[in-house]
């Protein structure tokens, strides 16, 4: 069984940071990339950031661009999501996830992610 498990959210005021951290696990767990999206109330998950394990190749939203970075360690199983300048705009539940194939733009699709952790709430206040 594979498991993702989200922690670092939490509550900051705008122009804070916060630092995401995923670990995965489960037998013979591995991916061909991993990322994160975001949900916030009443709107659709959107896609936030994601690293392909192979050449290292990142990718993010237009909104987060110079101001989120995704990195990971693909040995150890584990994405990390640091977020600096954060917006109002910016709350929502952050969910880490995992794909098993895939290229982008396919990798902007949460479709494309067969596993997903559970979430962490961030939130910045005004």
């Known amino acids: 069984q594979v498991q993702l498990v989200e922690s670092g959210g939490g509550l900051v005021q705008a122009g804070g940071s916060l630092r995401l951290s995923c670990a995965a696990s489960g037998y013979m767990f591995s991916s061909y990339a991993m990322g994160w999206f975001r949900q916030a109330p009443g709107k659709e998950r959107e896609f936030v950031a994601a690293i392909v394990w192979s050449g290292g190749s990142t990718y993010y939203a237009d909104s987060v661009k110079g101001r989120f970075t995704i990195s990971g360690d693909n040995a150890k199983n584990k994405i990390y999501l640091q977020m600096n300048s954060l917006k109002p705009d910016d709350t929502a539940v952050y969910y880490c996830?995992?794909?098993?194939?895939?290229?982008?733009?396919?990798?902007?699709?949460?479709?494309?992610?067969?596993?997903w952790g559970q979430g962490t709430q961030v939130t910045v206040s005004s």
């Open positions: 996830c995992a794909a098993r194939w895939g290229s982008w733009p396919l990798l902007s699709n949460p479709n494309q992610y067969a596993y």
